[in-house]
């Protein structure tokens, strides 16, 4: 039985990009041993799209889907306004068939996309 996702990021700055998901988007989270977190994610949702050449990384001995991380909102310019007031920089926001979009930049430098769907989603 599946009991759960895990996600991994790789940071060019972990410590400091675990911190902003503790401080400022305020996700709880457990230590799985020596300090290190593991942070509980809003619900999610899964979707499979086509792979292009570009796309998939391999690692080790397995040939891993490629992904990308968004995070769901359902105000997206209210929650844009409530992240830069934290300091927080948000790409400009752009319209895309599936809803509104942007991304936050982390501390490492890295991104993450953030969106408002307009589409029906999976988890509520």
């Known amino acids: 039985m599946i009991t759960g996702a895990h996600l991994l ?16 988007l305020e996700f ?7 300090g290190w977190p593991i942070f509980a994610l809003p619900p ?12 998939g990384q391999d690692r080790e001995e ?6 990308e991380f968004y995070l769901m909102c359902d105000d997206l310019p209210a929650l844009v306004k409530s992240l830069e007031s ?10 895309a068939p599936w ?12 991104q993450i ?4 769907p307009t589409h029906p989603t999976a988890i509520g």
Do not use: M, W
């Open 44 to 55: 999610a949702e899964l979707g499979v799209h086509p792979r292009d050449a570009n796309s």
């Open 28 to 34: 709880r989270s457990v230590d799985a041993g020596e």
């Open 86 to 95: 934290k300091g927080v920089r948000c790409a400009e926001v752009s319209e």
């Open 9 to 24: 990021l790789y940071s060019q700055d972990a410590e400091r990009d675990r911190a902003f998901f503790r401080d400022v």
């Open 113 to 116: 996309g953030l969106y408002q």
């Open 99 to 110: 809803g509104r979009r942007t991304a936050i930049r982390l501390p490492s430098g890295g």
């Open 62 to 67: 397995h040939s891993l889907l490629a992904a």
